[in-house]
Nanobody
Framework: QVQLVESGGGLVQPGGSLRLSCVASGSIFSFNAMGWYRQAPGKKRELVATITKSGSTNYPDSVKGRFTISRDNAKNTVYLQMNSLKPEDTAIYYC??????????WGQGTKVTVSS
């Protein structure tokens, strides 16, 4: 069974930065894509960033230029570097991994609060 464990969330002031980490229990080579999603109170879960096995990345306009997703295959870890944080970035951030022909795995989430 695949396990994903997120960490790195916390309280940060507007304009600040955080780096989230997602550690997989096995090799991330087994996933064709990994990503970060977030869910704010009362809102639907939304895509934040994805990265494929080949390293291609994708971001919605709301975070493009501020967030960067990366992967360290040796550490079975995917990162989300978040800069220039805004109060509207406040949410629980979830890591997702997709394994072809099997489906999606989700982590338990890490909370990010952007507030002064």
């Amino acid at each position: 069974q695949v396990q994903l464990v997120e960490s790195g969330g916390g309280l940060v002031q507007p304009g600040g930065s955080l780096r989230l980490s997602c550690v997989a229990s096995g090799s991330i080579f087994s996933f064709n894509a990994m990503g970060w999603y977030r869910q704010a109170p009362g809102k639907k879960r939304e895509l934040v960033a994805t990265i494929t096995k080949s390293g291609s990345t994708n971001y919605p306009d709301s975070v493009k230029g501020r967030f960067t997703i990366s992967r360290d295959n040796a550490k079975n870890t995917v990162y989300l570097q978040m800069n220039s944080l805004k109060p509207e970035d406040t949410a629980i951030y979830y890591c997702k991994a997709n394994k072809m022909w099997v489906g999606d795995y989700w982590g338990q989430g890490t909370k990010v609060t952007v507030s002064s």
